[in-house]
């Protein structure tokens, strides 16, 4: 039997059931406001943040490899372009774009054009270092590390 062809990010997206996505922005903005008047430090709030996402990506990657049909990517290159057209699309309904390579190949950046985290978010000057989306980092991260423990 040949192998699925792999999905592009819209087809699995299209077949996705979806929340509001203005609920989910109003909501992650709660979520980071909670933990503002919680942790009362912008540092502590942003490991947390990261923490929250390392927990999301290493359940979430099951979910995506179910139902991408992303056969094993060659290198770092191919899984960063998968997780930027396809990851991004599946699961948040945008798509990144990959830039700023180093010259070794091993560390890149992931540009979101459109980012529906921070749709109605006004920061105050209190939150200065706040990294309001570090949230999508711990996901990468978390995501990531479970597949290269289980290859």
């Known amino acids: 039997m040949a192998p699925l062809p792999p999905r592009s990010g819209d087809a699995v997206f299209a077949n996705i059931e979806r929340v509001n996505a203005e609920l989910f922005s109003l909501t ?10 919680d942790l009362e430090e912008v540092d502590e709030v942003n490991k947390q943040l990261d923490q929250m996402g390392y927990n999301i990506g290493v359940r979430l990657i099951d979910e995506f490899l179910a139902k991408s049909n992303v056969s094993r990517c ?10 930027a057209k396809v990851g991004f699309k599946m699961f948040l309904g945008v798509t990144a774009s990959v830039t700023n390579w ?12 459109d980012n529906p985290l921070v749709d109605f978010v006004e920061l105050p000057d209190t939150c200065q270092g706040l990294y309001y989306c570090n949230i999508l980092s711990g996901v990468i991260r978390g995501a990531l590390e479970m597949l290269c423990t289980s290859y």
């Open 28 to 37: 992650y903005g709660a979520i980071v406001r909670q933990l503002l008047t």
């Open 74 to 83: 060659a290198d770092f290159k191919e899984t960063a372009d998968v997780i």
């Open 102 to 113: 180093d010259a070794d190949g091993m560390s890149c950046s992931l540009i979101l054009e």
